[in-house]
């Protein structure tokens, strides 16, 4: 069964930076693809970052470009979201989420990703 794990979440002022991880178990994740999303209150879920895991084919939400990277480190079976320059906009729980069989354009829609991890909270104070 696939497990996703996020840490890293937290407060943080304005212009600060975090680092979110997702540590993945339970399959050989080579033909996966992994995304981030997050949710702030009385709002739907959004997607913010996808990789392939085995290519390391990136793909951003205009919102998060240049601002945000998504890598991930196969040894560790970790992906990872270094987040720059985060406003107040940027709060919200952050959740890790995958699907298989990665290929072709990565995925942005919430129904698209087949496991999920529990979230972690981000909030980023004025």
């Known amino acids: 069964q696939v497990q996703l794990v996020e840490t890293g979440g937290g407060l943080v002022q304005a212009g600060g930076s975090l680092r979110l991880s997702c540590a993945a178990s339970?399959?050989?994740?080579?033909?996966?693809?992994m995304g981030w999303f997050r949710q702030a209150p009385g709002k739907e879920r959004e997607f913010v970052a996808a990789i392939s895991w085995s290519a390391g084919n990136t793909y951003y939400a205009d919102s998060v470009k240049d601002r945000f990277a998504i890598s991930r480190d196969v040894a560790k079976n970790t992906v990872y979201l270094q987040m720059n320059s985060l406003t107040p906009e940027d709060t919200a729980v952050y959740y890790c989420?995958?699907?298989?069989?990665?290929?072709?354009?990565?995925?942005?829609?919430?129904?698209?990703?087949?496991?999920w991890g529990q979230g972690t909270q981000v909030t980023v104070s004025s």
């Open positions: 989420a995958a699907y298989m069989p990665a290929g072709g354009r990565l995925r942005v829609g919430v129904h698209e990703y087949m496991y």
């Open positions: 339970g399959r050989t994740f080579s033909s996966y693809a």
